[in-house]
């Protein structure tokens, strides 16, 4: 659905965005995390056609950023970072005017209005003008715009950061309600537990450039080695130690717990498992400690 | 997403969707108070006010003598002018913010990625900040005029009501699309307020101009205006969708004067050859080589520029043509030029003339590299047009006096070849080119080369200029008046001096 070569953008002699490869397939949510000026929003600009790249090319849907921009625009939403409303104009009449200048009729464009303010809680404040709202209705009916003409693509830039956490649940879900119905989405997002839960896989850029692309369990694992697992005992460890580091890299340990680092935990778990049976040593818990997606974040963006 | 919509968004056509945009900014302004409530003052009670003065000002005048109401009756049109005027001057407050005051509430990027292009953006904008000044304009000089009509039974002749109406129009159109240029160009409104001096001080000095011919009555001239008018509107909205892009306006973040950039991408453009000039990061092409600058950069630059080239010649010859019918209508009376028997020492009281310093080789040349360079610079605050008028004079001259001396019974083409052939075949050339040169310099304004900005566009054809005037022009009008200065005088004896 999104495929981009080569991708670059420079601004006289700064370049905001360094030959990004990219292919986002359809149905598909791929978070964009990056530190503050690293390149996030000059390419969503670009795959939305509001920026032409300096090298490279991106295609949507097979139509091409630059030679078909206008065809682009119709199959893309976009979602900026701040929601930028009309702030004289009513709700419902500011829905009216994207909608015209999206091709939809009148028709269309009040049946998707209404559907969209329902399903935001939008729908009670319609008529009441857009400066009269709050951060987060101001954030939701900007996401209304975007997804008002239903479409292929969606760019979402930090779409749930003004919204209190019962607005941010309604917006994850319309965005997993977007996956299921095959609609393809960029999530720019600087909250990694929800690029975490949304996303299937996720791209970090830094300095223009991706320098990690992956789901988050292979960025995990490529970034921060082998899973750590946690084992722990119902009595002290003690002469417990010497046996499992046969088996074992013990990495940390406590008096009634223990941490390994193991790349076969299908293989080595059960062993460990039996050999403590053996000894009678009562087992409370054998689990993977969680890694966060903010320990690759930071490391990438630290080196 | 619908196919319709698509389909129906592409058949559209550019005027129905830049009216969406068009609608959408009217009924902004017609929610914002401090738009209307001024706007009303002006339309509804200015023009009583105006009604009233004129009133007064037609009884005061009328103490002093009957004679003096063609002054009362002359007051009428200016102030119909400058009822007309006020309202439209808002149509500069709403166009000034109209990209960059939506820069500045976010709210252009929504707009900028909907399926609109840039033209139809421009259009719809333009259209928004001109239609309610426009028609408050004219809803205030119908009430003036329904107020004289009433008060002093005076109504204006169609024609001078044509052109009042006309002028006010091509007036908002020239600050309209001025101020969208500026506001499409700036990064904040407030620059674009402190740009705004650049439309309003000539707007000023033009309505005094205009106020002056009312009172004389010189209705013709208003006409020229006009006309006038209407060119430079034409190309300030030429320029606005030319200039006007998503990119400016989203990238740029910051728009003062960052005089060490601006000579490094000057020098830049300067020192590498035309195909590369572009390429910033190509620093092999920045070292200076003379050899290639005349085998290699000026046949390329003067070859990409054979449009400005073209026009200047076709220009020139028109001036020529004017200039031999002028001299048909004003025949000179006979004996006024005696070329038979020019004194030995013809040439050397020239400097008496006053047109030149003196008639030396330094004073020819001094004077022929003024003018070009004049050219130059007035050409970046005429789009080119002063540039061109400059060198027209001097041909339109030429061809007077080549006409003139024909009717007087001389050989024309001896008089061109004694005269002019002998340094002009070096002299013209150079000046035709030094003008298509600064021809293009105003140009850029309005046509940035393809791929730059206005600022990059102007600082390379810049740079071509200066090029091509170092290396080129300068070279050829020193050898032209070294041979117009010792040469040509000699020519001239041989052919007219006394034997």
């Known amino acids: 659905m999104i495929e981009t070569v080569g991708l670059t953008k420079k601004f006289g002699d700064f370049t905001a965005v360094d030959r990004v490869d990219l292919s986002v397939r359809e149905g598909e949510v791929l978070a964009l995390l990056g530190p503050n000026g690293a390149g996030k929003t000059t390419t969503v600009r670009m795959l939305a056609s509001i920026l032409k790249p300096t090298a490279g090319w991106a295609r949507i849907a097979g139509y091409d950023t630059v030679e078909d921009a206008k065809m682009v625009r119709h199959m893309v939403g976009l979602l900026t970072e701040f929601p930028g409303l009309y702030l004289r104009m009513r709700g419902m009449d500011y829905l009216n005017f994207f909608g015209q200048l999206q091709g939809l009729s009148r028709p269309e464009r009040a049946q998707r209005s209404e559907h969209l303010l329902k399903r935001f809680e939008l729908w009670d404040a319609r008529d009441r003008r857009t400066g009269e709202y709050s951060k987060g209705m101001r954030q939701k009916l900007a996401l209304v715009r975007a997804m008002l003409h239903d479409p292929q693509v969606l760019f979402l830039d930090e779409p749930t950061s003004a919204m209190d956490p019962h607005s941010a649940k309604l917006v994850r879900d319309a965005i997993l309600e977007l996956r299921r119905d095959q609609r393809t989405v960029i999530l720019c997002t600087h909250n990694l537990n929800e690029a975490e839960m949304l996303s299937d896989r996720i791209a970090i850029i830094r300095r223009g450039r991706i320098v990690a692309l992956g789901t988050a369990a292979e960025l995990k694992a490529r970034l921060l080695g082998e899973p750590v697992l946690e084992l722990r005992l119902a009595q002290p460890l003690d002469g417990l130690l010497e046996g499992v580091q046969e088996l074992v890299q013990v990495e940390d340990h406590g008096d009634t717990w223990l941490r390994y680092r193991t790349a076969e935990p299908e293989r080595v778990n059960p062993r460990l498992l039996r050999q403590l049976a053996e000894r009678g040593t009562p087992v409370v818990t054998l689990s993977e400690v969680p890694r966060s997606l903010e320990d690759v974040y930071l490391r990438i963006v630290n080196e | ?499």
């Open chain 2, 1 to 499: 997403m619908a196919v319709s919509s698509v389909r129906g968004t592409l058949k559209r056509s550019s005027l129905s969707t830049a009216l969406i945009i068009t609608r959408r900014e009217l009924r902004d302004s017609l929610r914002d108070w401090r738009i209307i409530i001024p706007i009303l003052i002006l339309t509804l009670i200015f023009p009583f006010l105006m009604d009233f003065t004129a009133t007064v000002a037609r009884n005061f005048v009328l103490r002093y003598g009957g004679a003096n109401a063609i002054i009362a009756e002359r007051l009428n049109p200016f102030l119909l002018l400058i009822v007309g005027f006020f309202p439209i001057s808002f149509s500069l407050v709403i166009a000034l913010e109209t990209f960059v005051g939506e820069k500045e509430r976010n709210s252009l990027e929504p707009l900028l990625s909907m399926p609109v292009s840039d033209g139809e953006l421009y259009l719809g904008k333009m259209l928004a900040a001109l239609l309610l000044p426009l028609s408050a304009s004219y809803l205030g000089i119908t009430i003036y005029l329904g107020g004289l009509y009433t008060t002093l039974k005076w109504l204006p002749q169609s024609a001078l009501l044509g052109q009042v109406l006309l002028l006010t129009t091509v007036e908002a159109l020239v600050m309209v699309s001025g101020a969208v240029v500026v506001s499409s160009q700036t990064t904040s409104v407030r620059a674009a307020n402190l740009l705004a001096s650049f439309i309003i001080i000539p707007m000023a000095l033009l309505i005094q101009v205009e106020s002056v011919l009312l009172f004389w009555g010189e209705y013709r001239v208003i006409w020229w205006i006009i006309v006038g008018l209407i060119v430079v509107a034409l190309l300030l909205v030429r320029m606005g969708v030319r200039t006007f892009n998503r990119e400016e306006i989203l990238a740029k973040e910051m728009d003062d004067l960052r005089l060490k950039t601006i000579w490094r991408d000057f020098w830049g453009y300067f020192v590498r050859p035309p195909g590369l000039a572009t390429q910033r990061n190509n620093t092999a092409s920045t070292r200076f080589n003379l050899l290639r600058i005349y085998t290699r950069d000026i046949p390329a630059l003067i070859r990409a520029e054979w449009l400005p080239l073209t026009i200047v010649l076709v220009v020139l010859t028109g001036a020529s043509i004017v200039g031999g019918y002028y001299a048909t209508r004003y025949p000179l009376p006979m004996g006024s030029i005696q070329l038979d028997s020019l004194p030995s020492d013809a040439f050397e009281n020239l400097p008496s003339v006053g047109i030149l310093p003196n008639f030396s080789t330094a004073g020819i040349f001094l004077n022929n590299t003024r003018a070009i360079t004049l050219a130059a610079l007035l050409g970046v605050f005429s789009f080119g047009a002063l540039a061109l008028i400059l060198l027209m004079i001097p041909l339109a001259l030429v061809g007077f006096f080549t006409i003139e001396v024909s009717l007087l019974g001389y050989n024309p083409w001896l008089f061109v070849a004694a005269f002019l052939l002998p340094h002009g075949i070096i002299e013209l050339p150079a000046a035709i080119i030094g003008t298509a040169f600064a021809l293009r310099i105003g140009a850029a304004l309005v046509s940035p080369p393809a791929g730059l900005d206005v600022g990059q566009g102007f600082l390379l054809v810049l740079a071509n200029f200066c090029k091509i005037f170092l290396f080129l022009v300068v070279p050829l009008l020193f050898i032209a008046a070294f041979i117009e200065a010792n040469l040509t005088p000699q020519i001239v004896l041989a052919l007219y001096g006394a034997r």
